[in-house]
């Protein structure tokens, strides 16, 4: 069964075309991840899954019914934002159970659902309190519970751990993976950060300017980037992206993982000078600016001691290589 289907879904603000026909299919239990650079629409398509913006053209089903007229309210998803959109007033405990109470949920059964999320997410201790009293992450988890306590079919989240310094993000990130496969729920996740779409999600689906690129789980899209945009998106540091001609090649680009470019001091096929030098602890990104190529970014596992403005050379593995056509799409 598929919890949501979008068809030829299109979004226009007044004569701009944000969302320029997109299909896809999320399947019952997947999480799906929405990635793609600033302003791609990632936040509009997931705005009209929700019903906060209508729909320009084109159908939104979700669990089989067609939604395109439906209130938000009628839509039974529950969406996590960046911000947590709490109610200063309320309680935890209120604030995670005001959405039932409302639908006239019995107190018993709202109760139980609030122990249930709260337990989840470790937030029993902070039932009584109220949101000033807690700090950036225990906001974001009470956000995630009040959306477990309504049951939604869909759950939809938009950037939730943008606010989060770097631990917490990670500490978060891996409290939602847990929740997902606990909940088997349905969820729909939109992040700008490459490294959370390729740990939480089943499938990815990569937009550029309003147009889906590819869509596949995470290692399809490392392993087989169908085009140079996806290549030079997934994966972090970025792939390089080299003029293949430049080095007798017939295809036009050639694309390198920066694991897959062999560094010396002796010898090699593209020689250049070390610009910066990055120690990150279990690895070192070496940056070189080459004479042919321009800048290419090397990544060697363990500590190593090149220095600024040395002398070195890089040779591509060609066993490891992507090469792209004129059009940027993948040849082999
Ligand atoms: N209400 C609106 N009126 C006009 N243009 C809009 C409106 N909302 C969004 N846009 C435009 O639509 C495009 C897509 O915006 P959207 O917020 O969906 O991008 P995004 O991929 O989520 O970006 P980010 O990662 O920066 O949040 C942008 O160019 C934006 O300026």
Redesign the pocket.
């Known amino acids: 069964m598929d919890t949501l289907t979008l068809n030829a879904v299109t979004k226009s603000?007044?004569s701009?075309d944000?969302i320029k026909g997109v299909d896809l299919t999320v399947k019952d239990g997947e999480f799906c991840v929405f990635v793609?650079p600033?302003?791609?629409?990632?936040?509009?398509?997931l705005r009209m899954i929700a019903g906060l913006e209508d729909v320009s053209s084109g159908d939104v089903t979700i669990a089989g019914k067609r939604v395109n007229d439906l209130a938000p309210a009628k839509r039974e998803i529950a969406m996590v934002f960046q911000s947590y959109a709490l109610y200063p007033h309320l309680t935890v405990r209120d604030n995670m159970g005001l959405a039932l109470k409302q639908a006239g949920v019995a107190k018993p059964e709202v109760d139980a659902a609030i122990a249930k999320a709260a337990g989840m997410l470790s937030l029993e201790a902070l039932l009584g309190r109220r949101p000033a009293e807690l700090s950036g992450g225990q906001r974001q988890r009470v956000a995630i519970g009040r959306a477990i306590v309504r049951r939604p079919k869909l759950f939809l989240f938009d950037?939730p751990l943008s606010n989060l310094d770097a631990a917490l993000r990670v500490a978060t990130r891996i409290e939602i993976a847990r929740l997902h496969r606990e909940l088997g729920a349905t969820m729909i996740y939109?992040t700008?950060d490459q490294v959370e779409a390729m740990t939480l999600a089943d499938r990815i689906v990569v937009?550029r300017a309003g147009k889906v690129e590819q869509v596949g789980a995470p290692m399809e899209l490392y392993n087989n980037p169908a085009n140079t945009f996806v290549a030079g998106f997934i994966g972090s540091p970025q792939m390089n992206l080299l003029d293949a001609a430049a080095l007798g090649l017939t295809s036009q680009t050639l694309g390198i993982r920066p694991e897959h470019l062999a560094l010396s001091r002796s010898a090699g096929r593209l020689p250049g000078r070390v610009s910066h030098v990055e120690k990150l602890g279990g690895e070192t990104l070496v940056y070189v600016v080459t004479e042919t190529q321009g800048l290419l970014t090397v990544r060697l596992f363990g500590e190593h001691d090149y220095r600024v403005d040395e002398a070195v050379f890089l040779t591509p593995e060609e066993s490891r290589a992507f090469h792209f056509g004129a059009d940027g799409k993948r040849l082999y």
């Open positions: 603000f007044g701009t944000v793609g600033s302003g791609c629409g990632k936040s509009t398509l950037e939109v700008h937009l």
